[in-house]
């Protein structure tokens, strides 16, 4: 395992900061459940909290040392109809099949991976679904990745502005090529070829990110998912309370197939879990509730 990655002390940084991470996501999202006054269904019914649910990873790899787990925490509510902060922490070898497709796995299977995976999904139309995830893995080579972005099923020029902005900001403070680069990224990455479309209006993405300064790379991981915590309760807030019509409702149904269509079919964090013995629960919480095809 790389020195610089690889050592326990780093790990446990990098899971304490996911952990910090997922309760404050936790408390902002609850705190915009108190708050919705609209005169629309949001405003009915009782404001929703997570419900927290620990799993543990078998050691069915046949590694001694593989094991791990994580902890999904999972809201219904008036504002957020569905929305998971999953956090975990997996260690074993990958699988022959899985190995040549990570770096650093060929040489020799064995990782460790841990992470943050937050999906939301509003019961307002107006207001946009988002994804945010970070994560640290380790095999003979370490990185960060994540990213974040966001799924409007109505896009508005501004609060894509707003939602780029923020990204930009967290990007720049640490070099100026991340934004164009990650935009770039992401933008290639959440597209539908079947479809010939985006999934959303974008964001940032980021894989294999290994400066050679673990410090540094650390931190413009941490402040990826401290843009997200600031930028999207503020969009959430800002329609919540605006009324909706039955056709807005089943334009956003449909909009959640196209969502569920790229997690099962393209998603790389989707293929990482199933095909590292993680949860399937937890790794199928990003699939959308009341979805519709035309």
Not at 130 to 150: E, Q, S, Y
Request: aromatic share 12%.
């Amino acid at each position: 395992m790389p020195d610089d990655y690889g050592n326990d002390t780093h790990k446990d940084r990098a899971e304490a900061w996911f952990a910090q991470l997922r309760d404050d996501l936790c408390a902002a999202l609850e705190a915009v459940e108190l708050n919705v006054e609209g005169p629309n269904p949001s405003s009915e019914g009782e404001a929703g909290t997570f419900e927290r649910k620990s799993w543990e990873r078998p050691a069915s790899d046949g590694a001694a040392d593989a094991g791990g787990g994580g902890v999904m925490s999972v809201l219904r509510g008036r504002v957020f109809e569905k929305a998971g902060v999953n956090v975990s922490a997996v260690w074993g070898e990958f699988s022959e099949e899985f190995r040549k497709n990570v770096p650093g796995a060929a040489e020799d299977p064995r990782f460790w991976a841990s992470g943050i995976s937050v999906v939301i999904h509003p019961r307002s139309p107006l207001v946009p679904a988002a994804h945010m995830n970070t994560r640290m893995i380790v095999t003979t080579r370490g990185w960060f990745g994540g990213g974040g972005d966001l799924t409007p099923v109505f896009p508005e020029e501004e609060e894509t502005k707003k939602f780029h902005r923020a990204y930009q900001r967290a990007c720049d403070s640490h070099d100026s090529d991340y934004y164009p680069k990650f935009k770039k990224w992401c933008d290639e990455y959440f597209f539908l070829p079947h479809r010939n479309e985006a999934r959303g209006v974008g964001g940032i993405f980021y894989d294999n990110v290994n400066t050679g300064d673990w410090e540094a790379d650390f931190a413009f991981t941490q402040d990826v998912g401290r843009a997200f915590l600031e930028i999207y309760p503020l969009l959430a807030r800002t329609k919540m309370n605006i009324p909706w019509t039955d056709e807005q409702r089943q334009a956003q149904r449909v909009k959640r197939g196209r969502y569920a269509e790229f997690n099962l079919l393209y998603d790389r964090g989707t293929l990482f879990g199933l095909k590292t013995g993680g949860n399937t629960e937890a790794i199928l919480m990003s699939l959308p509730p009341d979805t519709a095809w035309p």
